[in-house]
C-alpha cells in the first residue's frame, strides 16, 4: 500500500511477474469518463505478455472464488505453497457469500478474463487485486454504509486467508494527509483505513511503498522486491 503515485502498483506488479509467468489482473476501476479511461490504458499498456485481465469494480470476493475453483479444476499452484507480498492468502467459503451492493449494473456486465489467449489462456499461476480504494470508492458512490462495506470486506479477507496460489493486493494509504472537508471524503478516509486494517491482519506479508522503494510493515520483504 501506499499514496498516489507512490510507485504501488508498479511494486506489485513487478513481484507478480517475478512469481509466475502467468498473471491475472483483478481490475477494481469502472472507466466512467475520459481521464479514467486514460488511466486504465495507461495501466494496460504497463503489463507485457503473459497477463490477463479480469474487472470486478463491486464484488472481488466473488471473482476470487470463480478464479480459485477454476484454479483448483486445473491444478494449478499448490495450495501448500507459500504466498507471497499485500498479499494473502482462500479461506473458509462464506455459506451466502459476500453482500452484492445494491444499485445500477455495471455498464457492460461483468468482464471475464482476457489478455493474449483471450478465455482459454493458460491457468494463472498469480493474482493481483488493484485496488482497494477503488473498489470501496464504488461501493460507497452506491450508497452503501460502513457496515455492509465492512462485511465485504471481511468476506474478501477470508479468501485471502490462505488462497491457492499466491495473490497481491493493492491499497491507498489517504490517512496520512489532511481531514477531507465533505462528509463523502472523510466516510471514504475512515472506511478505507478500516478495510485496509482489516485485511493487513490476514495478509503474510504487507509492504508499504514510497518513492518507488518498499518497506516491510508485517513480515520480511519478500526476496521477489528485493
Known sequence: ????????????????????????YLATCWAEDEEMARRVTRHQNMRGAGWQCLEEPLNPAAALDRLFAATSQVGGVRSSQTPSAMDGPVGPDV??????????????????????????????????????SL??????????????????????????AAPPLPVAVVSAETGLGLVPMSPLGRAFNDVLGLANQELARVCHHVVFVSCGLPLALKGALPEELC
Open 135 to 160: 473498489w470501496i470508492a464504488n461501493l460507497l458512490a452506491r450508497d452503501q454504509d460502513e457496515e455492509i462495506i465492512l462485511r465485504n470486506v471481511s468476506a474478501l479477507g477470508e479468501r485471502l
Open 1 to 24: 500500500m501506499g499514496g498516489t503515485r507512490s510507485g504501488k502498483s508498479g511494486i506489485a506488479q513487478r513481484w507478480a511477474e517475478a512469481v509466475a509467468p502467468q498473471r491475472l
Open 95 to 132: 455459506p451466502d457469500g459476500p453482500e452484492m451492493p445494491n444499485g445500477p449494473e455495471m455498464p457492460n456486465g461483468p468482464k471475464m478474463p482476457k489478455g493474449p489467449g483471450g478465455p482459454e489462456s493458460a491457468a494463472p499461476g498469480v493474482i493481483l487485486l488493484d485496488c482497494i
